[in-house]
DNA sequence: AATATTTAAGACAAGTATGTCTTAAATATA
DNA sequence: TATATTTAAGACATACTTGTCTTAAATATT
């Protein structure tokens, strides 16, 4: 798996609150609730985003969370990075410590350009764009036949 | 992560077994001994590629492991796809059941030319010309520093 | 045939990721 | 100020991956 769970969530959650683009405060029972997540797991998923500054949250009544700015400066990498870190892009691909261009192992070097490939697919697209392009298409970012855009 | 450990570690064994060109049998025991990789693990591992028919096994006194065909008609692909199954390369990056052309995330597009390039990358290299980059550029395919190819 | 060696198979343990639940802290609203 | 609502924090439970150990089956060698 590409990404862990987590950071799946954390993605889906992000698109659909890029998807409000006047940044009212969404909360996560309702995200939860849109998204099928569970609601406590979701929390602290979020948590992690709100810890790096990329969500902004807000409690009691009509609190929740949004994006700490326009979704068109946030990039899916940067979501992915703040939960899943970012080894995915600095490890070796067979696991080795200090697999670099002194000391790579044989893989590196057919590997350092399919990992750059990743990393720019996730650093060129932003989150704005992607919720854009699932509203406009009416698009899933759920399992759930039902889901709706806000 | 994007590969396994398990896998790792059947990656990591396949070379060494494809820098034998001769395809003698190499013993598990010598095969985690060399990699540093726990032996009764590796075992599991190999009996995987052994079950796929990329491994050949013989049990007893100077039995052990070889690659079933030559090493460079055995892709790193199909090392992979032995262990970690293909959900990688079939599998929405957003875990969406159903994701495809037809009924599409989001992220599809992007991620469906990645996914591609990773797969590309995997099916274009064959174990015995990564095995021999190693063995001609005296590279590591273990942590340790005292590896050294047969 | 007997023995030593080696893979096969499966039970079990440890570690990590995922998911649930409870309590605390903050804040809008009345 | 009191109350309801909502995020924050952390304990706990479950599931999966990783790793260990024991026994069985096969086979080369003597």
């Known amino acids: 798996m590409l990404l862990s769970k987590s950071c799946v969530y954390g993605l889906r959650a992000s698109l659909f609150l890029a998807s409000n683009q006047n940044s009212e405060y969404v909360s996560i029972k309702e995200l939860s609730k849109q998204l099928d997540i569970s609601f406590h797991f979701l929390t602290k998923i979020l948590q992690q985003l709100t810890a790096v500054d990329l969500l902004k949250s807000l409690k009691g009544p009509n609190g929740g969370v949004r994006l700490s700015k326009p979704g068109d400066e946030i990039t899916l990498l940067d979501v992915v990075v703040a939960i899943d870190g970012d080894d995915l892009f600095q490890e070796c691909v067979l696991g080795l410590p200090g697999c670099g261009r002194e000391k790579p192992c044989p893989l ?43």
Do not use: Q, S
């Open 108 to 150: 590196h070097n057919i590997w350092a350009a399919t990992r750059g490939d990743i990393r720019e697919m996730l650093e060129t697209n932003n989150l704005l764009d992607m919720a854009k392009k699932g509203k406009e298409g009416n698009l899933r970012i759920t399992a759930k036949g039902d889901f709706e855009w806000v």
